[in-house]
């Protein structure tokens, strides 16, 4: 066993920083969990002259990446600089220098996590990314071996913190989606270009990887079905409140009878379901297991200390490991060959608005529209525009399947008394045994 | 490597049922895991003849405890048969032929961890114990590896199922204690003896646990003070509900600059705390991290299935660990010696309900003994009772220490004005920096 194990450390961003300073203030906890003193070797920085909100010894710094990845001191490299092309180049030739790395990268895990986890499992490596879902929420460890006994059905997870804070502030005030993104832009929870969270790719990717995991398939991200919360409007929150429920932006992944079916969207989840009161920028994980039932795990989906938290654990996982010299046993390949449901199979509640004109006959042809598909309401709303010769009707649906729903909402679309399909969001969370 | 792993298992009640049957199902899933086929060699019963609620070959089934213990075919243990005595002397048996034991146990690893953990040691053997604590949660794990890398600072514990099912009817219902626990009996969520569960006694177990290793100290049980529900009632229940709060019975343990506090009671916790909206008999364990920030983990507390689903995932753990022949290395001694706090050091918010008579100078003399005390209030209710001379006080209090609360308590009860103190609790899960 070393005497010490050091670390290189690829990038000094907020997640970097975090990691530094778990490891300076933990030095006595971290040498009782792996028995031996622990510290960074090397940091690969852009620019080693800026300053940095972090103290830390200039010799640390490095502008060159062959300084960490064929650094024969390093043993652990951690990779916190995000992006794709670079860091996958880096993390690929860390693994064939026989250095474990932990990382934080969804996207790059997202997209290249079983070619990551080959490479590692060939040179005899710890490949770790804990850190990549939900931040500070040990969620990767819950299912890979606190559920490993179980066959899990379901996943619903608020994996975004941006879109979460803009929904819950929007529920909270009445306020438009427009004025709540630009107040958390103001306030840092969201970026300046906010494509990739409002418009659930971020979601997607996270979503990839706990499907890849969960149901022990090897889930693509082309296989998440995405929608973002950009056209959420005050009005859809409203009535969701109205009608006993709270709108997320939720991944869902489901598994029946071996076919599987993920994607993000905002939905409706009643307001007694575990995940309706995560609010904020909080993420939670809710699994489903058929033995285990209900689980839920909650926590900060991002920051700086909390993401950097999974990260240190994961580094912790590898020393042990390097202990015992059982690295690069841990990750399995997936036991399932992927198999996607097609639209008839993906089952739902559905919420959906309308504007209608508001004379004889108008409701009568919606109606006849869903019964002819068998489609039946669970609930109803209709009441008149005011100044408009128009109504707004807000439906509930029973369960129905995605192609029938989606024929529907065509046809509506081409009825002349319906005006315009307002909005339509999934209901999730029900149990449709009831 | 083995082909094959041979469990034995003592006891075949709830849980042991739940273990045949997710054994049974997840065969293909085991294998994959494992890498090797897994089946129960033995069990040991009371009554071999008895009608068993699972299909079981008879051929399996023993009341001999050796057919287990000194069976040389036998890798693994598995211990669900509860109580301490005859428990704890199979399981060091067990160990002792270098037999690895998984055990669903709270009372005896509340009592004996520390001896069982250094016998499994000495003999290089696996003890683990995941289900001892929140049944399908797999909390244990997620405080040993998932936030390793952090300094816990506070947990807090819905741990009884039974108990939180009786507050949530009593609060959502408005019926009494009797009543709900009579309830509660007749449905099975109850025993017939409900002592430990509802005078806190299994919670304070689960607390002891928890507290050994979030805080990496040597917790005893006797350390934690503990206080049930009996007591409580509608109107404490009411009263809580009207200030903004739920009543949940709760084990706190909390850390401070190196010591300790941990304690099972009633309490009351903001609305709008993650653990407010757990309800019925599920269970949930709020943990605060230093680093991480709050996070929760939430799930079924009890059950044949859900519990079954931790013990089974603890014994993939152990054969992973016979894979890789690193059995008898992950238990680690505790970091810190125990300090507890004394009772000054113990901080809380206070929520206190007196009888006190409808007089000129009753209310000063009330306030006169905590502003003496220097205890000031944050909430303030009075009313008159019907039909009787009295006002009903209720006094939310400021941070305060338990000494000095315990001391205005006692003198309460000798003021003449005071008729009854009432009732009393503790207000957790609130920021005290506000």
């Known amino acids: 066993?070393?005497?010490?194990?050091?670390?290189?450390?690829?990038?000094?961003?907020?997640?970097?920083?975090?990691?530094?300073?778990?490891?300076?203030?933990?030095?006595?906890?971290?040498?009782?969990?792996?028995?031996?003193?622990?510290?960074?070797?090397?940091?690969?920085?852009?620019?080693?002259?800026?300053?940095?909100?972090?103290?830390?010894?200039?010799?640390?710094?490095?502008?060159?990446?062959?300084?960490?990845?064929?650094?024969?001191?390093?043993?652990?490299?951690?990779?916190?600089?995000?992006?794709?092309?670079?860091?996958?180049?880096?993390?690929?030739?860390?693994?064939?220098?026989?250095?474990?790395?932990?990382?934080?990268?969804?996207?790059?895990?997202?997209?290249?996590?079983?070619?990551?986890?080959?490479?590692?499992?060939?040179?005899?490596?710890?490949?770790?990314?804990?850190?990549?879902?939900a931040g500070g929420i040990p969620i990767i460890r819950s299912l890979v071996e606190g559920l490993s006994s179980d066959r899990i059905t379901k996943m619903i997870g608020i994996v975004n913190g941006t879109t979460n804070y803009i929904l819950t502030k929007m529920s909270n005030e009445g306020s438009s989606y427009e004025d709540v993104l630009q107040e958390a832009q103001d306030l840092g929870?969201?970026?300046?270009?906010?494509?990739?969270?409002?418009?659930?790719?971020?979601?997607?990717?996270?979503?990839?990887?706990?499907?890849?995991?969960?149901?022990?398939?090897?889930?693509?991200?082309?296989?998440?079905?995405?929608?973002?919360?950009?056209?959420?409007?005050?009005?859809?929150?409203?009535?969701?409140?109205?009608?006993?429920?709270?709108?997320?932006?939720?991944?869902?992944?489901?598994?029946?009878?071996?076919?599987?079916?993920?994607?993000?969207?905002?939905?409706?989840?009643?307001?007694?379901?575990?995940?309706?009161?995560?609010?904020?920028?909080?993420?939670?994980?809710?699994?489903?297991?058929?033995?285990?039932?209900?689980?839920?795990?909650?926590?900060?989906?991002?920051?700086?200390?909390?993401?950097a938290t999974a990260v240190v654990s994961d580094m912790i996982t590898v020393m042990k490991n390097m202990r015992l010299g059982v690295n690069g046993r841990s990750a399995l390949p997936p036991l399932y060959e992927k198999k996607l449901k097609t639209d008839e199979e993906i089952l739902s509640k559905y919420f959906m608005r309308l504007h209608v004109e508001d004379k004889a006959g108008a409701f009568a042809a919606i109606t006849s529209l869903f019964s002819g598909n068998n489609v039946s309401f669970e609930k109803l709303l209709q009441m008149p525009i005011k100044n408009k010769d128009l109504a707004e009707v807000v439906i509930v649906t029973h369960k129905t399947n995605k192609r029938t729903y989606e024929h529907i909402h065509s046809c509506l679309r081409d009825l002349d008394v319906v005006k315009d399909v307002m909005s339509s969001y999934r209901i999730e969370g029900v149990s449709y045994d009831e």
Chains 1, 2 share one sequence.
């Open 1 to 133: 066993m070393n005497e010490k194990i050091s670390i290189g450390l690829l990038g000094l961003g907020t997640v970097g920083s975090g990691v530094v300073r778990i490891i300076e203030n933990h030095q006595q906890e971290l040498k009782h969990h792996v028995g031996s003193a622990v510290y960074i070797e090397k940091i690969l920085v852009k620019d080693a002259s800026k300053q940095r909100t972090v103290e830390i010894d200039e010799q640390l710094l490095t502008e060159n990446p062959e300084d960490i990845l064929s650094n024969p001191n390093i043993d652990v490299v951690v990779e916190v600089m995000g992006g794709t092309n670079g860091a996958k180049d880096y993390i690929i030739q860390a693994l064939k220098n026989k250095k474990h790395v932990v990382t934080a990268n969804k996207d790059l895990m997202a997209m290249y996590g079983a070619e990551l986890l080959t490479v590692a499992s060939e040179n005899g490596c710890d490949l770790f990314y804990e850190a990549s879902v």
């Open 189 to 307: 929870y969201a970026e300046s270009d906010p494509t990739a969270d409002v418009e659930g790719l971020d979601a997607a990717r996270k979503m990839a990887i706990l499907g890849t995991l969960g149901f022990s398939m090897n889930i693509a991200l082309e296989d998440v079905s995405v929608q973002g919360i950009s056209n959420v409007t005050e009005e859809d929150l409203e009535y969701a409140k109205q009608l006993g429920y709270r709108m997320k932006l939720v991944g869902i992944a489901k598994r029946d009878e071996g076919k599987v079916e993920i994607s993000v969207q905002p939905s409706l989840l009643p307001k007694n379901h575990p995940l309706a009161s995560v609010n904020d920028v909080f993420n939670a994980v809710y699994v489903y297991g058929e033995a285990v039932g209900e689980t839920m795990f909650y926590g900060p989906g991002a920051g700086s200390l909390p993401t």
